[in-house]
Structures are given as C-alpha cells and as structure tokens.
C-alpha cells in the first residue's frame, strides 16, 4: 500500500527557514515525481514544486522560486521541501502528492510563519 | 500558464440528487485533466484523471467527460461522503500551474 506521510512543520518567524519531509512506502521513490501542494488557511489548492523521477529535473512555482528547494533521499524514500525567507503569506498546510497524476497525498503538515 | 476556471463556484444539492461541475482551460489540454475531491480537514483525493478514468476506490457514480478546453465531473447521486470541494488541474503542460478555484458542493 502507497503511503505518504509529511513532517517538519510548525512556527517560524518572518525570515526564518523550515525543512519539511515526505517519508514514502510501498513503492520505488525512483520511478515516479513527487509535487509538494500548500493550502493556505480557507483558500484553494497552490502547486508549488516537482522533482522528477530522475532526481534532476525540478520546478518552483514563481511565489517560492528562489526560496524553497526540492530534493529527495532514495536511500530513505523521502522527500524534502526547503523553505527559507519565510512570510505571513507562506502560511499553510503543506502536502506532499505523487507524480503528475497527483494520485496519491499525504495528510499534511502545517506551516505557521509568524513574530 | 494554463488557467482553469470552475463553475459553479457553489451547488447546493440534496442527497440523491445529481451533480455537474465544470472545468474550463485557457487553451487545450487534451485529455489531460484530473479532478480531486477535498473534504473539510482533510487531504485531497484523486477522484477521475486523464478526463474520464475513476481513480481506485471511486465509485461508479462518479464520472469525467470532456476533452481540449471543457471537462465536466458529474455525480450521478450525490451521496453524504461526495460533499466538499472538487478541484481540477492538467498535466498536459508540466509544470502544471494552478488548480482550478474549486466547487463546493454542499446540503440544500
């Protein structure tokens, strides 16, 4: 059975950084992409970062382009979302979800930037 | 970027009742369009993808239709576990962008 689970959020200050995780099993991290996707509190779904199958390739969303970094760790069949410069408006629940069909997400893990 | 638009942005509908929604692009995204439901508190589901293909575990009663530019999600009787939030997103062109707005579908 897939499942993914997300760690590593909770309250930073303006400015600070935070390193989210996306421990997966039940299947080989290195075949398919994995998306991170926030939601901000009452608002609708933000795609924000992909890193593809190989490793290589990555995407940013133009909000987090240049502040937040995708990798993983096949040996720990994991993911990371790196958050720096951290705002009010970076604020939300962040889930991590499988390849392009997004078929499978995490429960969420919550990110509270705030002084 | 791709700009999905979604109507209605609310339907209010009774348990039994059928449900349309619908999922415009800004420019063709061939058959490349999935839908994912979001209950309150909780993560989204992949309900229909690829336009017309049932997710695992989603059942018959629900189903996707459209292809290039308009896609609908229908629900053939709404039952109380179908109420929430539907969203739809392409992967025709990667990265995929911004999900649609969404529709809540909630009690009448």
Known sequence: ?115 | EIVLTQSPATLSLSPGESATLSCRASQSVRKYLNWYHQKPGQAPRLVIYDASIRATGIPDTFSGSGYGTDFTLTISSVQSEDFGVYYCQQRDAWPPGAFGRGTRVDVK
């Open chain 1, 1 to 115: 059975e897939v499942q993914l689970v997300e760690s590593g959020g909770g309250l930073a200050q303006p400015g600070g950084s935070l390193r989210l995780s996306c421990v997966t099993s039940g299947y080989n991290i290195i075949t398919l992409g994995m998306n991170w996707v926030r939601q901000a509190p009452g608002k609708g779904l933000e795609w924000i970062s992909f890193i593809g199958s190989s490793g290589v390739t990555v995407y940013y969303a133009d909000s987090v382009r240049g502040r937040f970094r995708i990798s993983r760790d096949i040996a720990k069949n994991s993911f990371y979302l790196e958050l720096d410069g951290l705002t009010a408006e970076d604020t939300a629940v962040y889930y991590c979800a499988r390849d392009q069909i997004l078929d499978y997400w995490g429960p969420g893990t919550l990110v509270t930037v705030s002084s």
